[in-house]
């Protein structure tokens, strides 16, 4: 299976577990790794057959403005689980960066992998 993917995709959300955070946005970065068959879109030279980046990227962006979390932990779940649902890739790696969340660390984040390669 090819890898398909996307770094550092900055997106701004509401996002923590402190009173002060849930009244601001923040930026968080993604980086998606998705499987996916690129043979079909390369034989024929069509995007239709393509995982669309840009597409993907939008999506990502407009979920992560329209939907407040406290963890971090959720909104990764519930992006790979969009991604994985609407995109039709069978397996995911997904690692959200939450920079600036800790004094002495440049960020932080968690790395999930659902699905099958």
Same mark, same amino acid.
């Given at each position: 299976?090819?890898? +398909?993917?996307?770094?550092? *995709?900055? +997106?701004?959300?509401?996002?923590?577990? @402190? =009173?002060?955070?849930?009244?601001v946005?923040?930026? *968080? @970065?993604?980086? !998606? #790794?998705?499987?996916?068959? %690129? &043979?079909?879109?390369?034989?024929?030279?069509?995007? $239709?057959?393509a !995982? $669309? @980046?840009?597409?993907?990227? /939008?999506r990502v %962006?407009?979920?992560?403005?329209?939907?407040?979390f406290? !963890?971090?932990?959720?909104?990764?779940? &519930? +992006?790979? /689980?969009?991604?994985?649902?609407?995109?039709?890739v069978?397996?995911?790696?997904?690692?959200l960066?939450?920079? =600036?969340? *800790?004094?002495?660390a440049?960020? *932080?984040?968690?790395?999930? #992998?659902? =699905? $099958?390669k």
């Amino acid at each position: 299976m090819d890898i +398909v993917f996307i770094k550092q *995709l900055e +997106v701004i959300s509401t996002i923590g577990v @402190y =009173g002060w955070e849930k009244t601001v946005q923040q930026k *968080l @970065y993604f980086d !998606l #790794e998705m499987a996916f068959d %690129n &043979r079909p879109a390369a034989a024929s030279d069509d995007i $239709n057959l393509a !995982l $669309n @980046y840009f597409s993907v990227s /939008e999506r990502v %962006n407009q979920f992560a403005q329209q939907h407040q979390f406290e !963890l971090i932990e959720t909104m990764a779940e &519930r +992006v790979a /689980e969009l991604i994985m649902t609407e995109f039709s890739v069978p397996w995911i790696k997904l690692t959200l960066h939450k920079p =600036g969340a *800790l004094p002495k660390a440049e960020s *932080l984040g968690v790395q999930i #992998e659902r =699905g $099958n390669k």
